[in-house]
């Protein structure tokens, strides 16, 4: 890799903090400049501040008028699901019978995984998401296709192979210990391979037995630096029939609690049904919630409540849950999320809901320090917003008389299209307008 300095002059925006809970929990910088050396994040200021420390004729972009933020991080997406989004269902379950499963069988084919994820990636930068934690179905062929993509482009990303030995079609079954065997073989290959990392994926208890949980646990504990995903309490006739499979079990969460499932680390999508003592056991024991408004309201799942999450200090994160979600863009999530706090009496600042979008998510990984933020020495994903980028945007944005004011406009008023370009590890690996990219600047020329 080129080990010049690369400068970028636009308004940047990133999180030390939650703004929650610390009133210094961001930096702003109206003229700023980000300055990116070998896939890292060199310095973040002020540009008039930080130009004297270029080198000479160091190569400096103009994005002046544009808004520079950390990379989204999406902490919840299934890739599978990418051609059944917008399939409508009475709810979660026969969401699951009727779309879902068939879906995925495909995916034991990886031509057709490998197909799946170049375009389900592409769709991710799009939206400015450069990190995502993502499920791959049970095949582990499917975690293999991903993976391969995702590193051909050179993307921090978090996956794993779906653990299902029960309640589902017999074409998308495992067992308990071949399931495991598989998913110790793919993070053997994939977890720290450059920036790959691996998530242990028990779909939801429904279907994987207690024996399969448990050595889900086992593997999870024999590895404390990889990741755990599952879905939790996501739906009122999901919860009563855990209920059923796990008479013995004092709530749904406490399924995944007891076999030690519950850790740094571990991101738990949903979280709307829960009850005091799960939240504080979320807290406790540092394990993250994957909020997820588009999924949510899409499937009649439930809302969010986001007063009683923060009452326990729940660590929170933000997700599109594509293809229950409606959409791959965290900005369109944004929008969503807002409504959702709000029918429970929250108001919550645009600010607090991009600080979810990166460094929240980053925190609820155990990421900080490597994606989420500009920190000197982080990795160099980020993205270029554009408050120009519809008629209306650009209206309401002229009118800002805030920073909050414009980054709500962000999450009201932006999606896709907002995105000008996407950067990861330093590389531009997305841009809107390709034509007016000098041809250095093209993805792919890195
Ligand atoms: N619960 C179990 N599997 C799924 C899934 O694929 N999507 C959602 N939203 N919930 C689930
Ligand atoms: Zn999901």
């Known amino acids: 890799m080129d080990d010049k300095p690369v400068a970028y002059r636009a308004s940047l925006l990133h999180f030390t903090d939650d703004p929650a809970w610390n009133d210094n929990a961001f930096q702003w910088h109206e003229d700023g ?8 994040v060199q310095a973040a200021g002020d540009y008039h501040q930080l130009v004297s420390d270029l080198v000479p004729h160091a190569k400096v972009i103009d994005c002046r008028g544009k808004l520079i933020v950390p990379g989204f991080i999406d902490t919840h997406i ?3 699901q990418t051609d059944i989004i917008a399939s409508p269902s009475s709810g979660l379950l026969p969401w699951l019978d009727d779309h879902t499963f068939p879906g995925e069988r495909a995916f034991a084919d990886p031509a057709h995984a490998a197909k799946v994820a ?3 990636l592409d769709e991710l930068l799009r939206c ?6 993502v499920y791959c179905t049970v095949h582990p062929e499917s975690a293999h296709a991903f993976f391969e993509e995702s590193d051909a482009r050179n993307l921090r990303m978090i996956a794993g192979k779906a653990l299902m030995d029960r309640n589902c079609p017999s074409y998308l079954r495992d067992t308990a210990e071949g399931g495991i065997l598989e998913s110790e073989r793919l993070l053997k290959k994939w977890h720290g391979h450059r920036r790959q990392m691996y998530a242990i994926t028990p779909r939801f208890a429904a279907s994987s037995t207690d024996t399969q949980l448990r050595l889900a646990g086992e593997l999870a504990q024999a590895h404390p630096d990889v990741f755990v995903q599952t879905h939790v309490a996501e739906n009122r006739d999901e919860v009563a029939w855990i209920k059923e499979l796990f008479p013995d079990a004092r709530s749904y969460l406490d399924v995944y609690d007891r076999v030690g499932l519950m850790r740094p680390r571990a991101m738990y999508a949903h979280c709307i049904w829960l009850d005091d003592h799960d939240r504080k056991r979320m807290a406790d024991t540092r394990s993250a919630a994957a909020i997820c408004p588009t999924s949510n309201l899409f499937l009649g799942s439930g809302l969010f409540d986001f007063a009683s999450a923060d009452a326990a200090r729940m660590p929170l994160t933000l997700a599109t849950d594509v293809g229950g979600g409606t959409s791959f863009s965290m900005l369109r999530t944004m929008n969503e999320l807002y409504k959702v706090a709000r ?6 600042p645009a600010m607090r809901m991009f600080y979810l979008a990166t460094l929240g998510g980053a925190r609820g990984l155990q990421l900080e320090g490597t994606i989420g933020n500009f920190a000197s020495g982080a990795e160099a994903d980020f993205i270029v917003l554009d408050p120009h980028s519809t008629p209306l945007l650009t209206r309401r944005t002229a009118q800002a008389g805030s920073l909050e004011e414009l980054l709500f406009a962000f999450a009201m008023l932006g999606d896709d299209r907002a995105v000008a370009a996407a950067y990861a590890a330093g590389c531009l690996v997305h841009a809107r307008d390709a034509a007016s990219l000098t041809k250095s600047e093209a993805p792919g020329n890195h």
């Not at 400049?33 to 890292?40: A, D, K, S, T």
């Not at 029918?343 to 919550?348: F, P």
Request: proline share 4%.
């Open 33 to 40: 400049l980000l300055i990116v050396r070998g896939g890292r």
């Open 78 to 80: 299934h890739y599978p």
């Open 118 to 120: 170049t375009f389900f």
């Open 128 to 133: 400015g998401t450069t990190t995502a934690m």
């Open 343 to 348: 029918m429970g009496g929250v108001h919550l």
